[in-house]
């Protein structure tokens, strides 16, 4: 590859990365006002591949 090529894939991987962090940023605020909202810790669950995010409720484990 050239130069010119190199560095078009750098900054494409750099603003993916960001963007990944910002998703992620995102995801934990809203997993925060959820919280607050409904008293319940929240998780957060992000696949990229399939362009799926989910802020839900963490379930608790049962304790016999």
Known sequence: MTD????????????ARE?????????????????RLHGEPQRIQIDH??????VATRLRRRRD
């Open 19 to 35: 963007i990944t962090m910002e998703i992620g940023v995102l995801c934990r605020i809203i997993a925060e006002k959820m919280e």
């Open 4 to 15: 010119i090529f190199i560095k078009m894939a750098e900054e494409a991987a750099l603003e």
């Open 49 to 54: 591949e399939v362009g799926f995010v989910v």
